[in-house]
T-cell receptor, first 116, second 109 residues
Framework: GAVVSQHPSRVICKSGTSVKIECRSLDFQATTMFWYRQFPKQSLMLMATSNEGSKATYEQGVEKDKFLINHASLTLSTLTVTSAHPEDSSFYIC????????????FGNGTRLTVT | GQQVMQIPQYQHVQEGEDFTTYCNSSTTLSNIQWYKQRPGGHPVFLIQLVKSGEVKKQKRLTFQFGEAKKNSSLHITATQTTDVGTYFCAGSGDYKLSFGAGTTVTVRA
């Protein structure tokens, strides 16, 4: 099946620093990748849709200058949490669809971010 | 916008018993998908339903898509400890998936 790799799995950083999270589709090309945020015992909240070669589409309420997304190739999308604060601590998960709109998503393992 | 409601939020089940989790959408869906997330893990795709009234089975799991394509259910029979986790439905209407809140299942041995 489709494999999506996400790195790092855990990161602890100090308040004010930036953290980059990578998401790679290992065995397929992903024109579109999705970035989710999940709070403990809650559902997945879509943050943005990452489009290869163009700007990401952010959901309402998500600060684009805070969460920088770069989809540099068909197999790599990155999420950078800039000037992180403790309230940014969360579980961030990327996903990709092999065939596009409305098709099943393959999720990365997620990144547990803790900002101290 | 499109909203997907899922109940119950928690389900405590005696091993061997059956249970059902339900999803309802505010709008008609093009398809509905189900995912399972084990504690500490990431969501894993289980199944996709596309047709009105569709029913699909995976061993002890039965998935159903409503006639109006606005609701869905997941029924698990003879629950086992391996069924522990959170089950999410996700409805596809426009360009993105909308996830339900999830049903977190715990099993009493």
């Amino acid at each position: 099946g489709a494999v999506v790799s996400q790195h790092p799995s855990r990161v602890i950083c100090k308040s004010g620093t930036s953290v980059k999270i990578e998401c790679r589709s290992l065995d397929f090309q992903a024109t579109t990748m999705f970035w989710y945020r999940q709070f403990p015992k809650q559902s997945l909240m879509l943050m943005a849709t990452s489009n290869e070669g163009s700007k990401a589409t952010y959901e309402q309420g998500v600060e684009k200058d805070k969460f920088l997304i770069n989809h540099a190739s068909l197999t790599l999308s990155t999420l950078t949490v800039t000037s992180a604060h403790p309230e940014d601590s969360s579980f961030y998960i990327c996903s990709a669809s092999r065939t596009g709109k409305g098709s099943p998503l393959h999720f990365g393992n997620g990144t547990r971010l803790t900002v101290t | 916008g499109q909203q997907v409601m899922q109940i119950p939020q928690y389900q405590h089940v005696q091993e061997g018993e059956d249970f059902t989790t339900y999803c309802n959408s505010s709008t008609t869906l093009s398809n509905i998908q189900w995912y399972k997330q084990r504690p500490g893990g990431h969501p894993v795709f289980l199944i996709q339903l596309v047709k009105s009234g569709e029913v699909k089975k995976q061993k002890r799991l039965t998935f159903q898509f409503g006639e109006a394509k606005k609701n869905s259910s997941l029924h698990i029979t003879a629950t086992q400890t391996t069924d522990v986790g959170t089950y999410f439905c996700a409805g596809s209407g426009d360009y993105k998936l909308s996830f339900g809140a999830g049903t977190t299942v715990t099993v009493r041995a």
